[in-house]
Each structure stands twice: as C-alpha cells, then as structure tokens.
C-alpha cells in the first residue's frame, strides 16, 4: 500500500510503502512529548517529496536516532536510525499520514524510558 503524508503546513511531504499492521508509542523523554505513532518501515520504503534540507533534525542522548521535524510548523514527521542489524530505518508518524483511520491501528505501547 502506497501512503502519503506531511507536516502541518506541507513543507516536509512523504510517501511511504508497506502495510500498517499497528504502531508504536513510546514513553521516553522525547516520544512522549511528541506523541507520536511510530510505524517502523525500511528506509528504502519511505521518500521525500519535499527536499531533504526542508526537515530540520534533533539528537539527544547516543545521537543514534535523527527526529526529523518541521522547522515551520513543528510537526514531527519521522525518525531515521539503524535497527539492531544496521539496516536503516524510518520511523513514520502515522498521525502525519493522510485519509488512514487512527482508531482502526492497534497501538503497542514501548517503554523507551527504561532503556
């Protein structure tokens, strides 16, 4: 399934492939104040539509994770890093997504602050 999506303003767009089989919410000091719904896909199924320099990036802690967010509107958009083999990783805010029934995902809860 092809999925698109953005910011509140637009300035950072997507499309992303795969299926939504449910999402993930963090309790960590960044996650929770974001709240977002993070649905993990491979890297290579995500795409900007907006150039890359449009999305501005925060690290914290290890500075393995990249929370790319909108420097217009503040919205977060998606999270780069590697999974536990290396390959790379998106970590899409399905809150960003476009005509997708948020109600309808199941919801895993993640407890990133004990990590």
């Known amino acids: 399934m092809q999925y698109r ?4 303003c ?13 999402a993930i919410s963090c309790n960590c000091s960044i996650c929770q104040r974001k709240g977002m719904l ?7 199924s995500f795409k900007l539509t907006t150039p890359e320099e449009n999305a ?8 393995r994770i990249k929370h790319r967010f909108c420097p217009k509107c503040g919205i977060h958009v ?13 970590a899409v805010n399905i809150r960003c997504i476009e005509g997708i029934d948020l109600a309808a995902v199941p919801v ?8």
Request: hydrophobic fraction near 35%; charged fraction near 20%; charge should be negative.
């Open 10 to 22: 637009g300035n950072v767009a997507f499309e992303a492939e795969g299926t939504i089989e449910g």
């Open 108 to 115: 895993k809860e993640f407890d990133g602050r004990s990590l």
């Open 56 to 63: 501005a990036t925060y690290t914290f802690n290890a500075h």
């Open 78 to 90: 998606y999270g780069e890093a590697n999974d536990k083999q290396g390959n790379p990783m998106a």
């Open 38 to 44: 993070m649905w993990f896909i491979p890297k290579a």
């Open 5 to 8: 999506g953005s910011c509140h």
